[in-house]
């Protein structure tokens, strides 16, 4: 009995420190660059929460960033079709099922949270980026469900 207690005690213990590793930050500013290069989740979580703040001063219009993945293959067609969609459109192909997640567009002072899921993510080789119209050559970096 008493073994049994302390296993419970063992699941309930991992199970709260999931929940914090589920979470990830990531920060960009005022140039086109994340300073997080990579990001990586746990596969034992069934959803992230991703966060992305703007800590710059410059507008939407001439520094948006957004946090957008896909699987590295096709992130860079996805970047270029989405460039041509608009910033009343995140700068993303509408209806594009290749996008996997994203935020929405913000500006300096902004962040902005979404919470996904990870089915079918884990293992897979991942590219999040920023979609507005150039950024994603040198705004992107690798996500890993492991
Ligand atoms: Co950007």
């Known amino acids: 009995m008493k073994k049994f207690l302390a296993l419970a005690v063992l699941a309930f213990a991992s199970a709260q420190a999931s929940a914090n590793e589920c979470e990830v930050t990531v920060s960009t500013g005022d140039k086109m660059q994340f300073e997080q290069s990579s990001l990586s989740v746990p596969a034992s979580c069934s959803e992230v929460t991703l966060t992305l703040e703007h800590k710059g001063k410059m507008p939407v219009s001439a520094m948006g960033h957004n946090w957008v993945l896909a699987e590295t293959q096709q992130y860079q067609d996805v970047a270029m079709k989405g460039a041509a969609a608009g910033l009343d459109n995140n700068y993303l192909p509408q209806g594009d099922d290749r996008i996997l997640a994203h935020t929405k567009m913000i500006g300096g002072g902004e962040s902005v949270s979404i919470t996904f899921s990870t089915e079918g993510l884990a293992g897979k080789d991942l590219t999040y ?18």
């Open 129 to 146: 980026f920023c979609s507005f119209p150039g950024h994603w050559t040198m705004m992107k970096g690798k996500f890993t469900v492991q």
